[in-house]
Nanobody, 126 residues
């Protein structure tokens, strides 16, 4: 059974940086696609960045140029480097993985992912 455990959230002032990590256990090869999402209370979960097995990445317009998604295979870990953080980046962040191998071209769509982490809170103050 695949299990995702994320970490690295915290509180930071605007303009600061954080790096989120997501450990993937129970899966010996990299998921077809994996991603970071975020959610604030009362709003839908938003796709932030996604990465394919070959390293191709896609980003939401709101984070392009500021966030970088990456992965490491030993151990299997997903990262999200967040720079130039803004108060509107405040949210609970989740990592997600597609382990079944079927997905649409919309990598930032939540329906593409079957396994989720518990979430880590990011708070950016002005």
């Amino acid at each position: 059974q695949v299990h995702l455990v994320d970490s690295g959230g915290g509180s930071v002032q605007a303009g600061g940086s954080l790096r989120l990590s997501c450990g993937v256990s129970g899966y010996t090869v990299w998921p077809s696609i994996s991603a970071w999402f975020r959610q604030v209370p009362g709003k839908e979960r938003e796709g932030v960045a996604a990465i394919g097995r070959d390293g191709r990445a896609k980003y939401a317009d709101s984070v392009k140029g500021r966030f970088t998604i990456s992965k490491d295979g030993a151990p299997v870990t997903l990262y999200l480097q967040m720079n130039s953080l803004k108060p509107e980046d405040t949210a609970m962040y989740f990592c997600a993985a597609n382990t079944v191998g079927l997905y649409t071209a919309e990598w930032l769509g939540a329906s593409n992912y079957d396994t989720w982490s518990q979430g880590t809170q990011v708070t950016v103050s002005s």
